[in-house]
Each structure stands twice: as C-alpha cells, then as structure tokens.
C-alpha cells in the first residue's frame, strides 16, 4: 500500500481525518523552515502532504546496495536481516511488502519468510537513497539527523532484549528504529518539530502539543498505519512516550530514554527510573545500563571475540581515527593521504566487515579488538 492510497484513506475516513485535523485546527501553525511549505496551510493539509511526502523517504544508499549484493548473491537469511534492520526506509519497505496480502509480519525475520527474493530486489533497486556524507539536499539531512538517534534507540533496546525482557524482540526492535517517523512528518510540515534535543523528552512533548494539538507520537502511529505497518507496531510508536504503559511499550520508552541519556541530551531522572519499573528492569540493571553510557548500551551483551582482523593496516588506521570523531579530510592530513583515498579505505573496511556505515564500522572493529 502507497502512502498516497494511505492519505486517500485519511480523507476517505471522517472520523480519523477529522481526529487529527481538528486537534492541530485552534493551533496557529509556525512558520515552516527550509523543507516546510513557505504559503500558509492549515494544519491538516500540511500534515497529510508531509504524510504524502514520505512516500520518497529514502534509503542509506550504502545498505540498500548491500542488500541488493546480498540479495544476488543469494545470501542467507541472517546475513539480510541485520542490513535491513540498520534502515528505516529498507526496514518500512520489507513490511509493506510483507503485510501487502493481508500478512501480520511485525518483525524482519518473518517478513522476508514472506516476501519473494525477486520482488524484495525489485522494490529495493527503486528506493530513492541518501548519502552520510551529501549535501543534505531534500530528505537526505533529515534523514541522517533521525539515523543517528534511531540506530542509538535500537542499541539500547537490544542490551533489553539481550537482558530478556522483550516479549516480542523483533517487533521492538521495528519499533525502536521508527519510534520518531511522527517527527520527520513535523519536521516536513512545519520545518521543526518542536525544541529539538533541548529540554527533556516531556518538555519537547509538552511543546509540540501545546503548538500543534498533537505529537510526535500521535503522528508516527498515523503515518504507520498508513503505511500499512502492523498494528502492533503502529501502537508502540503511537505510545512510546505513555507514562502509564508497560511490557514493550515501556521498553521503548526506555530505550529511548537511554539513547537520549547517552547522546547528552536532558533526561528526567525520575521518568527514567518510573519507565524502567514499568518495564520490569530493576534499580541495578539500570544502574549498569546507565554506567556503561555513552560507550552504548549494548556493552556486554555478547564475551569479546578476539578474531583476525581483515583490514589492512590503513583501513585499520582510518577506522580508528574515524572513531575518535575525525573527519575525513582530517583524517587524510594525520595519514598523510588524501581525502579519496581515505573514503576508499573506509568503503573496503565496510565491505569487509560486511557493515553499511562508519557508525557500525565502529562499533564491530572495537567489539573485537581490531581499533
């Protein structure tokens, strides 16, 4: 289902139509910024078009040309799972695809049980794609600003899983990639969804009602179901931020919790703990959670393996320092080499650690003691 048949859904549907245009109605919209729409619109306008618009939402284009390598390759099936996992919009696609017949598949794994290799390569070769380092033209900002948080998200939520508490794993970890699709809707209708990081989670809420007469939530679990997400996941998006959920909705709200937390961001004390009692995760577990932040949440998830490592000793170089936050150009001045140079040895790491981005890059060469 295309979200433009989901926006024909919208309006075919008075009731839930009107649900969210009226409460966005008494609010006067704010002025829209770069990707906004600069003529006035009422709010309901503005929302099913932004809701129409990510119907272009693109892929990162280094994990759907894995997939697609993958794919040719005939690769099994826990080779793909991780690769679409790492990405929005190949994560949406498989499910839509999935879910088109009338499936219930809320979870990767399921989902590629279901779908047909040839169509899933098909839909994936015609995915509109972003690069890390662009020039952040249309989406492609946007969406690199909402990776970053979501791949965070999605570590916290694995270290939960890790730890047992997940009932449906698979269906969290969805969640935990796409709890905030409700902002690049805001942000595509209004150009801001509210403070940004400043605040706390129930501050920028707070805002975001107060201007809109809606949120971020709301309208992610709007926009998955148009989607044609499953409806279990529509609702862990649309309720990650209740203060009175529990099971994996509190979980979600944890994890992302956790990931703000590691990334600096204001957190409420007192919320976090209040979340993590409603997920059943106890004093001390959030205790060490929050001690091994911002190395991530996910440490100590799985022993370290010490392997040998299949970098060269420039590849090796440059991942290190790409882990200490350098940029490429400085990179290439500590090397001693230029800049396309070091993009060559970072695109030979990925392809031999098999990962999409220098964010996993990372994150694999440190786990087994190669940086």
Same mark, same amino acid.
């Given at each position: 289902m295309s979200v433009t048949a989901g926006v024909r859904g919208v309006v075919d549907e008075p009731s839930e139509a009107r649900g969210l245009t009226e409460r966005a109605a008494p609010r006067e919209a704010p002025s829209a910024g770069p990707i906004g729409h600069s003529e006035p619109r009422g *709010?309901?306008?503005?929302?099913?078009?932004?809701i129409e618009a990510f119907e272009s939402f693109p892929a990162l284009a280094r994990a759907r040309d894995r997939l697609l390598s993958l794919l040719d390759a005939d690769a099994p099936t826990a080779d793909i799972v991780p690769v679409i996992e790492s990405d929005s919009a190949l994560t949406i696609g498989l499910l839509r695809l999935a879910n088109a017949p009338g499936g219930a598949h809320s979870g990767v794994p399921s989902a590629l049980e279901g779908v047909d290799a040839g169509d899933l390569r098909?839909?994936?070769?015609?995915? !509109?794609?972003?690069?890390?380092?662009?020039?952040?033209?249309?989406?492609?900002?946007?969406?690199?600003?909402?990776?970053?948080?979501?791949?965070?998200?999605?570590?916290?939520?694995?270290?939960?899983?890790? %730890?047992? *508490?997940?009932?449906?794993?698979?269906?969290?970890?969805?969640a935990a990639l796409l709890h905030d699709i409700g902002k690049l809707v805001l942000l595509r209708a209004y150009g801001r969804f509210g403070r940004g990081f400043d605040g706390t989670p129930a501050d920028r809420l707070g805002e975001e009602?107060?201007?809109?007469?809606?949120? *971020?939530?709301?309208?992610?679990?709007?926009?998955?179901?148009r989607l044609g997400l499953p409806r279990r996941v529509a609702t862990l998006i649309e309720r990650h931020h209740s203060n009175d959920a529990d099971g994996d909705i509190a979980l979600l709200t944890l994890a992302d919790a956790l990931a703000h937390y590691g990334a600096g961001h !204001?957190?409420?004390?007192?919320?976090?703990?209040?979340?993590?009692?409603?997920?059943?995760?106890?004093?001390?577990?959030? %205790?060490?959670?929050?001690?091994?932040? !911002?190395?991530?949440?996910?440490?100590?998830?799985?022993?370290?393996?010490?392997? !040998?490592?299949?970098?060269?000793?420039?590849?090796?170089?440059s991942i290190a320092l790409m882990a200490t936050g350098r940029r490429v150009k400085d990179i290439a001045c500590e090397l001693g080499i230029s800049p396309s140079t070091v993009r060559?040895?970072?695109?030979?790491?990925?392809?031999k650690l098999g990962v999409a981005d220098r964010t996993q890059a990372v994150l694999l060469a440190t786990k087994r003691g190669w940086i």
């Open positions: *709010h309901g306008h503005r929302l099913l078009e932004a098909r839909l994936a070769a015609a995915m !509109p794609t972003f690069e890390l380092m662009g020039d952040g033209a249309g989406w492609g900002k946007v969406a690199r600003q909402f990776r970053l948080h979501a791949v965070a998200t999605v570590g916290a939520a694995e270290r939960l899983i890790a %730890d047992g *508490h997940a009932k449906h794993p698979d269906r969290l970890r969805v009602q107060q201007g809109w007469g809606l949120d *971020h939530a709301v309208v992610g679990g709007v926009l998955a179901r !204001p957190v409420d004390g007192k919320e976090l703990v209040r979340a993590a009692a409603r997920a059943g995760v106890s004093d001390d577990a959030l %205790d060490v959670m929050l001690h091994e932040l !911002p190395g991530g949440a996910t440490a100590g998830t799985a022993p370290r393996r010490i392997e !040998p490592s299949p970098l060269s000793k420039q590849e090796t170089a060559t040895h970072l695109f030979n790491a990925y392809s």
